[in-house]
């Protein structure tokens, strides 16, 4: 089992910057895959960015040039960096961690955090 809590959500201005955190805990060694999903209201959930164990890195066409995605492996810790926020960056942004122990692979969700861009 793996717990993982986000933090950081919160109400900012367009164009202002927001990191989100993730801290992940219980069999993290089996981690994967780290990524940041969102749903806006009335929207499907989207995958914005993900950090894979071998470095492999994936954002978002939506996000790209504007988000960062990072890791600490040391503190079983995963980072957004969002800079030029935009409103239609508002939703519920939660973190997913993919663990493959013993032949499967789990899925793992945080309880997700909200960030609200106003204009």
């Known amino acids: 089992q793996v717990q993982l809590v986000e933090s950081g959500g919160g109400l900012v201005q367009t164009g202002a910057s927001l990191t989100l955190s993730c801290a992940a805990s219980g069999e993290t060694a089996c981690i994967e895959t780290m990524a940041w999903y969102r749903q806006g209201l009335g929207k499907e959930r989207e995958l914005v960015a993900s950090l894979a164990n071998g470095g492999y890195t994936y954002y978002s066409d939506s996000v790209k040039g504007r988000f960062i995605v990072s890791r600490d492996n040391a503190k079983n810790a995963v980072y957004l960096q969002m800079n030029s926020l935009k409103p239609e960056d508002t939703a519920v942004y939660s973190c997913?961690?993919?663990?493959?122990?013993?032949?499967?692979?789990?899925?793992?969700w945080g309880q997700g955090t909200q960030v609200t861009v106003s204009s």
């Open positions: 997913n961690a993919d663990c493959f122990f013993d032949s499967t692979l789990y899925d793992y």
